[in-house]
């Protein structure tokens, strides 16, 4: 969701910011541009649709001279994909040039405001009043107008901004939208996340809320919204640029699949010390595990699906109650949080404003919160009481996967860890399931190597019209998991059903043919779904089963088996899933989509 990065250096700006901005096009958008100072004046160039057009209408940036410049990948809010909507957005003398990721709740009024003192307005955007507002409040000095220009507009906003009259400074402030300064060897940058800057530079400072940054070629300078001064630390990134290549694979999605392995091991191996489950960074005294009574888990997405899979296994390994919510939801529901409450937060990214909200809500009603996060440094980990990082480095494809994978790890961790001090299971028992848990990695890796004929049996459905997915307990929420990824990349009609729901009323949709996964792991309720799998049969369904290994009966019931390896009933989701992630990519490339980037979706929701 709109990627910004500015740069000032000895370089020429613009092929850097183009640069910069691929390296942000995960985040989703629909038109792009940059503003550079050209030695005289600001040159603006913005373009709809995907990053190459703005690159080709720039000769990838070299035509455009100058060595300090912003940009912007815009996903549209306020106003339609359109050049003259594109960031950046500028004061009609064009002496200052903003862009801005998050949305600025009161520009009506202000809007209106600054029409009545005769400002005209080109865009339809939120974003243009901050240009004006800068140019209304322009004092001379720009740390005291941008402070000026933050006391007056609400909402969300990381802004890149460049004066014409200050050519040599880059201008950066946030509020609850991510933006990071990088800094260089000859040159610094800003940008919404790190993978831009990674090529230039591993050294990068984090913005916290309402600061502000001056970026010279030397120098980076922080603020805060008074205008003083204030001294912050910069941190060394530690992962590999390649992790955000493409290394060879088709597609990030694919990549990521690739890697969940290594995720799971990385999210796993920390918290495991001497055959004992240690999470230090959860911050509770046994006494306090004892003392929860209720878990309410929050989140968005994919993160949302890994909260109702630890909802099973929390609830039936740790006999604590646990409540699931959309962060969306959840927020403006008026949550029931009373004393011994734990607010858990789940979120890749840490940065999803609605996942923020939640957390910050929880906090006002004084209940302890827990992020589950992936992102180091990001609003969620920085603002929850506790954060359990999960260690799956930058995920890029829209459609997440290793990130997903990692969640679930640590949540069955927690899980493990909560039933263990709650005397709700045995040693032998823990130590079974951290044999098994220990073993996840290679079945995935295992399962990721059968993906040819998951490919073989995708692409028998890349006409499909819709595709439902069904299953009960856990295996529900697996398939929630699998529809989501099929729908987002494939764009192909999708549902999920807890599979004793059929009968009232999903099962009237089923014709002949119609594709339904239904997934069979849990061995209690091993027999219920094959009865629904005979009803879907019955109405002309065609059925893929994925089921545990030794479940051959099955193949009686379903037209086409996956199997997945043994594992504790708690664990199978991070088998299951892996099949239903591989059908929803090679059905989504059968059919020649934007498996990375799917229309109208973005990575990091950063705007309610
Ligand atoms: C977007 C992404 C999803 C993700 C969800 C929550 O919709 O496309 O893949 O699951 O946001 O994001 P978070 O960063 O909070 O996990």
């Not at 009968?503 to 027999?527: C, F, M, N, P, R």
Request: with cysteine; aromatic share 8%.
């Amino acid at each position: 969701m709109c990627g910004i990065v500015g740069y000032i250096g000895k370089s020429q700006a613009a092929p850097i910011l183009l640069d910069g901005l691929a390296k942000l096009e995960y985040r989703g958008y629909d038109s792009a541009g940059i503003a550079v100072f050209d030695g005289e004046d600001i040159q603006v160039k913005k373009a709809t649709g995907r990053l190459k057009v703005l690159s080709e209408l720039t000769h990838d940036g070299t035509t455009m001279p100058g060595t300090i410049g912003i940009g912007h990948t815009r996903w549209a809010t306020h106003g339609a994909p359109s050049d003259v909507n594109a960031h950046p957005h500028y004061n009609k003398e064009r002496t200052i040039a903003v862009v801005h990721n998050g949305i600025i709740e009161n520009y009506v009024k202000l809007r209106t405001r600054l029409q009545e003192k005769g400002y005209t307005f080109v865009s339809e955007t939120d974003t243009e009043v901050l240009a004006h507002l800068l140019d209304y409040y322009y004092t001379g000095d720009p740390i005291e107008t941008i402070t000026k220009v933050m006391h007056r507009v609400e909402g969300s906003y990381a802004l890149g901004i460049i004066f014409k009259e200050h050519p040599g400074t880059v201008y950066a402030v946030r509020k609850d939208s991510p933006l990071i300064v990088g800094k260089g060897k000859d040159g610094n940058f800003i940008a919404s996340d790190v993978p831009a800057v990674l090529k230039y530079t591993r050294e990068v400072f984090f913005i916290q809320n309402e600061e502000i940054a001056a970026l010279t070629e030397e120098t980076i300078t922080f603020f805060n919204i008074d205008g003083e001064e204030i001294q912050k630390e910069s941190s060394m990134i530690e992962w590999d640029i390649n992790a955000a290549e493409k290394g060879g694979y088709e597609h990030f999605m694919l990549k990521e699949m690739y890697e969940q392995p290594k995720t799971v091991r990385d999210t796993i191996a920390p918290r495991i010390k001497d055959g004992k489950i240690v999470i230090e960074e959860l911050g509770m005294s046994d006494e306090e595990i004892r003392a929860i009574k209720r878990i309410h888990i929050v989140a968005c997405g994919s993160a949302y699906h890994t909260g109702v899979t630890a909802k099973y296994v929390m609830e039936d390994m740790a006999r604590i109650p646990v409540e699931v919510d959309v962060a969306s939801e959840f927020r403006y529901r008026n949550p029931i949080l009373e004393e011994g409450a734990l607010v858990i937060i789940i979120s890749q990214s840490g940065e999803t404003a609605d996942s923020l909200a939640a957390l910050r809500e929880a906090k006002e009603r004084g209940v302890k919160t827990l992020g589950i996060v992936n992102v180091v440094g990001s609003s969620i980990a920085r603002e929850a009481d506790s954060v359990m990082y999960t260690w799956a480095g930058p995920e890029i494809a829209v459609a997440t996967t290793k990130a997903y994978s990692a969640q679930l790890v640590a949540e069955y961790l927690l899980a493990m860890k909560f039933a263990q001090v709650r005397g709700m299971v045995t040693e032998e028992e823990i130590e079974g399931m951290l044999r098994d848990l220990q073993r996840l990695p290679e079945q995935i890796e295992m399962l990721l190597n059968n993906k040819e004929k998951i490919q073989r049996f995708a692409n028998r459905y890349i006409a499909a019209k819709d595709v439902f997915f069904v299953g009960r307990g856990i295996d529900y929420a697996i398939s929630m998991e699998g529809s989501l990824k099929l729908k987002e990349i494939s764009y192909i009609h999708s549902e999920a059903y807890a599979a004793g729901e059929l009968k009232h009323g999903t099962i009237s949709l089923i014709e002949d043919g119609t594709l339904v996964a239904a997934v069979v792991t849990q061995e209690d309720l091993y027999k219920k779904t094959i009865s629904n799998i005979v009803e879907l049969k019955s109405r002309g369904a065609f059925v893929l089963a994925v089921t545990n290994t030794g479940h051959t009966e099955i193949e009686k019931s379903a037209d086409y088996v996956i199997y997945i390896p043994q594992t504790n009933k708690y664990f199978t989701n991070s088998l299951a899933i892996i099949p239903l992630q591989l059908f929803g990519y090679y059905v989504a490339v059968g059919k020649g989509c934007d498996v990375d980037k799917p229309r109208n979706l973005a990575k990091s929701v950063t705007v309610e």
